[in-house]
């Protein structure tokens, strides 16, 4: 069975930084890409990066590029997230997601961690 | 970006009634569309993939049409556990956008 576990969520000051991780398990980590998506409370979806396979290509939304890094250890199973100049408006839950072939579904998702930026 | 636009944005129905949720894209994507299904306090679930292809372990009550720019999600009977938040997805290009959802209550 897939298994996704973000952590390292917490409350930070803006200007802050934090670094998020994912847990991969059940499924060879290392033949998909992944991504994070987030979801501001009470809003919808907002994708934020995707990393390949192998670590080569990597992509952000325009919201977090300059200040966000995505990261991914396939020795150790797990996926990261460094966020660097935190703002308020990256306060959301966090979701890592594997992605699937056909159509780049994400058929699995973990199940979130809360970052909140705050003073 | 693609900007998707889901229609409507909530949706009152009865358990046994046949619903339709519709997404526009703002430039083609070929069938690069995929919807997701979320409840309150979980994470989102994948439901309709390429368009039209049921992901594993979903109901064949859902159902996914449409090839650009307009693309639809079909419930043909709903039941009581299908009320929540539905969501499509581009994946054609990045960044991967999201339609801003349609909740779904019950009437």
């Known amino acids: 069975e897939v298994q996704l576990v973000e952590s390292g969520g917490v409350v930070v000051q803006p200007g802050g930084s934090l670094r998020l991780s994912c847990a991969a398990s059940?499924?060879?980590?290392?033949?998909?890409?992944m991504h994070w998506v987030r979801q501001a409370p009470g809003k919808g979806l907002e994708w934020v990066s995707f990393?390949?396979?192998?670590?080569?290509?990597?992509y952000y939304a325009d919201s977090v590029k300059g200040r966000f890094t995505i990261s991914r250890d396939n020795s150790k199973n797990s996926l990261y997230l460094q966020m660097n100049s935190l703002r308020t408006e990256d306060t959301a839950l966090y979701y890592c997601?594997?992605?699937?072939?056909?159509?780049?579904?994400?058929?699995?998702w973990g199940q979130g961690t809360l970052v909140t930026v705050s003073s | 970006d693609i900007q998707m636009t889901q229609s409507p944005s909530s949706l009152s129905a009865s358990v046994g009634d046949r619903v339709t949720i519709t997404c526009r894209t703002s430039?083609?994507?070929?069938?690069?569309l995929n919807w997701y299904q979320q409840k309150p306090g979980k994470a989102p679930k994948l439901l309709i993939y390429?368009?039209?292809s049921l992901q594993s372990g979903v109901p064949s009550r859902f159902s996914g049409s449409g090839s650009g720019p307009d693309f639809i999600l079909t419930i043909s009977s709903l039941q009581p556990e299908d009320f929540a938040t539905y969501y499509c997805?581009?994946?054609?290009?990045?960044?991967?956008?999201f339609g801003q959802g349609t909740k779904l209550e019950i009437k």
């Open positions: 997601a594997k992605e699937e072939g056909m159509s780049y579904e994400f058929d699995s």
């Open positions: 059940g499924f060879t980590f290392a033949d998909y890409t």
């Open positions: 990393i390949s396979w192998d670590g080569d290509s990597t």
């Open positions: 430039q083609s994507i070929a069938t690069y």
């Open positions: 390429a368009g039209s």
């Open positions: 997805q581009q994946t054609y290009s990045t960044p991967y956008t």
